[in-house]
Protein backbone atom coordinates (compact mmCIF):
# COMPACT_ATOMS: atom_id res chain seq x y z
CA UNK A 1 0.00 0.00 0.00
CA UNK A 2 1.60 3.36 -0.76
CA UNK A 3 0.47 5.95 1.80
CA UNK A 4 0.96 9.40 1.08
CA UNK A 5 0.70 12.30 4.58
CA UNK A 6 0.08 15.11 2.61
CA UNK A 7 -2.96 17.91 2.91
CA UNK A 8 -5.59 16.62 0.53
CA UNK A 9 -5.12 18.23 -2.38
CA UNK A 10 -5.17 21.61 -3.55
CA UNK A 11 -6.08 23.37 -0.38
CA UNK A 12 -9.00 22.12 1.40
CA UNK A 13 -10.27 25.44 2.88
CA UNK A 14 -11.27 26.46 -0.94
CA UNK A 15 -12.71 22.97 -1.64
CA UNK A 16 -15.20 23.68 1.45
CA UNK A 17 -15.75 27.07 0.41
CA UNK A 18 -17.12 25.99 -3.06
CA UNK A 19 -18.13 22.39 -1.64
CA UNK A 20 -19.46 23.64 2.01
CA UNK A 21 6.00 3.30 -15.88
CA UNK A 22 6.73 0.87 -16.69
CA UNK A 23 8.02 -2.04 -15.32
CA UNK A 24 11.09 -3.61 -17.52
CA UNK A 25 12.47 -6.93 -17.27
CA UNK A 26 15.33 -8.24 -18.40
CA UNK A 27 15.56 -7.60 -22.28
CA UNK A 28 14.17 -10.73 -24.54
CA UNK A 29 16.34 -12.11 -27.16
CA UNK A 30 14.85 -12.01 -30.52
CA UNK A 31 14.75 -15.62 -30.56
CA UNK A 32 12.78 -15.99 -27.19
CA UNK A 33 9.37 -15.25 -26.15
CA UNK A 34 9.16 -12.73 -23.16
CA UNK A 35 8.61 -13.85 -19.95
CA UNK A 36 5.69 -12.16 -17.85
CA UNK A 37 8.19 -10.03 -15.88
CA UNK A 38 9.39 -8.29 -19.23
CA UNK A 39 6.17 -6.79 -20.14
CA UNK A 40 4.91 -3.53 -19.20
CA UNK A 41 2.81 -3.81 -15.82
CA UNK A 42 0.97 -0.69 -16.68
CA UNK A 43 0.80 1.89 -19.22
CA UNK A 44 3.55 4.62 -19.62
CA UNK A 45 2.35 8.35 -18.16
CA UNK A 46 5.85 9.40 -17.64
CA UNK A 47 6.46 12.91 -18.47
CA UNK A 48 6.28 16.31 -19.14
CA UNK A 49 2.75 17.56 -20.40
CA UNK A 50 1.12 20.59 -21.27
CA UNK A 51 -3.09 21.01 -21.75
CA UNK A 52 -4.09 21.34 -25.12
CA UNK A 53 -6.81 24.00 -24.61
CA UNK A 54 -7.98 23.50 -28.14
CA UNK A 55 -9.22 20.41 -27.47
CA UNK A 56 -10.01 20.43 -23.97
CA UNK A 57 -13.64 21.18 -22.69
CA UNK A 58 -14.24 24.92 -21.67
CA UNK A 59 -15.97 24.83 -18.22
CA UNK A 60 -18.57 27.58 -18.89
CA UNK A 61 -19.59 25.51 -22.15
CA UNK A 62 -20.12 22.81 -20.52
CA UNK A 63 -21.90 24.18 -17.57
CA UNK A 64 -24.14 25.97 -19.80
CA UNK A 65 -25.17 22.62 -21.60
CA UNK A 66 -25.75 20.68 -18.97
CA UNK A 67 -27.85 23.18 -16.72
CA UNK A 68 -29.56 23.32 -20.45
CA UNK A 69 -30.42 19.61 -20.24
CA UNK A 70 -31.93 19.60 -16.73
CA UNK A 71 -34.40 22.12 -17.99
CA UNK A 72 -34.79 20.44 -20.96
CA UNK A 73 -36.06 17.29 -18.90
CA UNK A 74 -38.30 19.46 -16.65
CA UNK A 75 -40.02 21.26 -19.67
CA UNK A 76 -40.53 17.48 -20.84
CA UNK A 77 -41.94 16.50 -17.49
CA UNK A 78 -44.34 20.12 -18.04
CA UNK A 79 -45.70 18.92 -21.20
CA UNK A 80 -46.39 15.16 -20.37
CA UNK A 81 -48.68 16.86 -17.77
CA UNK A 82 -46.47 16.80 -14.66
CA UNK A 83 -46.58 20.17 -13.35
CA UNK A 84 -46.05 19.46 -9.71
CA UNK A 85 -44.68 22.65 -8.61
CA UNK A 86 -42.00 20.45 -6.93
CA UNK A 87 -40.42 18.91 -9.64
CA UNK A 88 -39.66 22.29 -11.28
CA UNK A 89 -38.34 23.53 -8.22
CA UNK A 90 -36.01 20.93 -7.64
CA UNK A 91 -34.82 21.13 -11.38
CA UNK A 92 -33.81 24.91 -10.03
CA UNK A 93 -32.26 23.59 -6.79
CA UNK A 94 -30.48 21.13 -9.50
CA UNK A 95 -29.39 23.77 -11.44
CA UNK A 96 -27.58 25.74 -8.51
CA UNK A 97 -25.65 22.34 -7.27
CA UNK A 98 -24.59 21.97 -10.78
CA UNK A 99 -22.77 25.36 -10.95
CA UNK A 100 -21.47 25.03 -7.57
CA UNK A 101 -19.64 21.77 -9.12
CA UNK A 102 -18.53 23.58 -11.99
CA UNK A 103 -16.36 26.13 -9.96
CA UNK A 104 -15.16 23.49 -8.39
CA UNK A 105 -14.04 21.79 -11.41
CA UNK A 106 -13.04 24.66 -12.60
CA UNK A 107 -10.48 25.35 -10.34
CA UNK A 108 -9.21 21.99 -9.57
CA UNK A 109 -8.11 21.87 -13.45
CA UNK A 110 -6.65 25.04 -13.91
CA UNK A 111 -3.32 23.79 -13.93
CA UNK A 112 -1.97 23.79 -17.31
CA UNK A 113 1.16 21.42 -16.96
CA UNK A 114 2.16 18.55 -15.19
CA UNK A 115 5.03 16.26 -14.38
CA UNK A 116 4.50 12.65 -14.28
CA UNK A 117 7.34 10.29 -12.55
CA UNK A 118 6.55 6.52 -13.09
CA UNK A 119 8.54 3.72 -11.87
CA UNK A 120 8.47 -0.21 -11.64
CA UNK A 121 6.59 0.65 -7.92
CA UNK A 122 4.29 4.12 -8.20
CA UNK A 123 3.46 6.53 -10.66
CA UNK A 124 3.58 10.36 -8.99
CA UNK A 125 1.76 13.55 -10.76
CA UNK A 126 2.48 16.41 -10.08
CA UNK A 127 1.03 19.46 -11.06
CA UNK A 128 2.10 23.38 -10.07
CA UNK A 129 0.87 24.04 -6.46
CA UNK A 130 -0.92 21.30 -5.83
CA UNK A 131 -0.27 18.26 -3.73
CA UNK A 132 0.86 15.28 -5.12
CA UNK A 133 -0.63 12.31 -6.83
CA UNK A 134 0.31 9.37 -6.24
CA UNK A 135 -0.52 5.86 -6.59
CA UNK A 136 1.21 2.28 -6.93
CA UNK A 137 1.52 0.23 -10.23
CA UNK A 138 1.13 -3.09 -8.48
CA UNK A 139 -2.02 -2.75 -6.83
CA UNK A 140 -4.87 -2.70 -8.04
CA UNK A 141 -6.87 -0.70 -5.30
CA UNK A 142 -5.45 1.15 -2.52
CA UNK A 143 -6.24 3.68 -0.11
CA UNK A 144 -3.77 6.47 0.24
CA UNK A 145 -5.23 9.22 2.56
CA UNK A 146 -7.66 9.47 5.30
CA UNK A 147 -8.56 12.44 7.98
CA UNK A 148 -11.40 14.25 9.10
CA UNK A 149 -11.52 16.78 6.16
CA UNK A 150 -11.71 13.50 3.47
CA UNK A 151 -10.25 10.56 2.13
CA UNK A 152 -8.40 9.31 -1.15
CA UNK A 153 -8.00 6.33 -3.13
CA UNK A 154 -6.79 5.00 -6.12
CA UNK A 155 -6.75 2.19 -8.51
CA UNK A 156 -6.51 0.63 -12.23
CA UNK A 157 -9.89 0.50 -14.49
CA UNK A 158 -7.90 -1.53 -17.40
CA UNK A 159 -5.84 0.77 -18.43
CA UNK A 160 -6.87 3.90 -16.61
CA UNK A 161 -5.68 5.21 -13.36
CA UNK A 162 -8.57 6.60 -11.82
CA UNK A 163 -8.26 8.43 -8.03
CA UNK A 164 -11.66 8.83 -5.98
CA UNK A 165 -11.64 11.77 -3.64
CA UNK A 166 -14.17 12.15 -0.84
CA UNK A 167 -15.14 15.46 0.77
CA UNK A 168 -16.29 15.36 4.25
CA UNK A 169 -19.15 18.00 2.62
CA UNK A 170 -20.31 14.99 0.57
CA UNK A 171 -19.16 15.93 -2.53
CA UNK A 172 -17.02 13.46 -4.45
CA UNK A 173 -14.17 14.46 -6.88
CA UNK A 174 -12.50 11.75 -9.21
CA UNK A 175 -9.62 12.17 -11.72
CA UNK A 176 -9.45 9.23 -14.60
CA UNK A 177 -5.64 9.13 -16.37
CA UNK A 178 -5.73 7.67 -19.61
CA UNK A 179 -2.93 7.98 -22.39
CA UNK A 180 -3.20 6.99 -26.07
CA UNK A 181 -1.31 4.04 -27.41
CA UNK A 182 0.99 6.31 -29.25
CA UNK A 183 1.84 7.58 -25.68
CA UNK A 184 1.49 11.25 -26.60
CA UNK A 185 -1.46 12.41 -25.99
CA UNK A 186 -3.26 12.31 -21.95
CA UNK A 187 -6.39 12.51 -21.15
CA UNK A 188 -7.79 13.40 -17.84
CA UNK A 189 -11.68 12.94 -17.10
CA UNK A 190 -12.76 14.66 -13.84
CA UNK A 191 -15.97 14.59 -12.51
CA UNK A 192 -17.46 16.50 -9.42
CA UNK A 193 -20.32 14.57 -7.76
CA UNK A 194 -22.63 14.17 -4.94
CA UNK A 195 -25.81 12.42 -4.04
CA UNK A 196 -28.19 16.26 -4.72
CA UNK A 197 -27.71 16.23 -8.33
CA UNK A 198 -26.13 15.46 -11.40
CA UNK A 199 -22.38 14.94 -11.73
CA UNK A 200 -20.38 17.44 -13.56
CA UNK A 201 -17.52 16.38 -15.68
CA UNK A 202 -14.55 18.31 -17.71
CA UNK A 203 -12.25 16.81 -19.83
CA UNK A 204 -8.88 17.91 -20.76
CA UNK A 205 -6.14 16.73 -23.25
CA UNK A 206 -2.01 16.87 -22.60
CA UNK A 207 0.37 16.45 -24.99
CA UNK A 208 4.17 15.51 -23.89
CA UNK A 209 6.70 18.18 -24.02
CA UNK A 210 10.52 18.65 -23.72
CA UNK A 211 10.94 20.44 -20.52
CA UNK A 212 14.23 22.97 -19.97
CA UNK A 213 14.31 24.60 -16.81
CA UNK A 214 16.94 28.23 -16.72
CA UNK A 215 18.09 29.41 -13.69
CA UNK A 216 20.88 30.82 -11.70
CA UNK A 217 24.13 29.07 -10.96
CA UNK A 218 26.47 31.38 -8.28
CA UNK A 219 29.80 31.25 -7.49
CA UNK A 220 31.37 32.67 -4.28
CA UNK A 221 34.98 34.52 -5.72
CA UNK A 222 37.43 36.64 -3.29
CA UNK A 223 37.46 39.54 -5.36
CA UNK A 224 34.03 39.75 -6.56
CA UNK A 225 32.28 38.23 -4.14
CA UNK A 226 29.49 36.22 -5.62
CA UNK A 227 29.05 36.19 -8.95
CA UNK A 228 26.07 34.13 -10.63
CA UNK A 229 25.19 33.10 -14.26
CA UNK A 230 22.15 31.76 -15.96
CA UNK A 231 22.06 28.33 -17.16
CA UNK A 232 20.04 25.97 -18.76
CA UNK A 233 19.47 22.44 -18.93
CA UNK A 234 17.26 19.53 -19.87
CA UNK A 235 15.10 18.16 -17.10
CA UNK A 236 15.53 14.59 -16.78
Avoid at 17 to 22: F, G
Avoid at 90 to 111: D, F, N, V, Y
Avoid at 194 to 212: I, K, P
Amino acid sequence: MIRTFHPLHWSLPAVALLAAMCLHGPQASATQAPELEDLPLRPDFGGHWEKDYGRSDHWEQELHRTVQQVHQQAQLQQRRGDSNPAAISGARRQARAIISKARLAEMITRPDSMRIVQTGELVRIERPDDAPLICSTRENRQATFDNVHGSESCGWSRDQLVFDIQLAEGVSIQHRFDVDTEGETLRVLTRVSSRSSRSFDLRHFFTRYEARSTGLECVQTLTQGQVCSTRSRRQQ
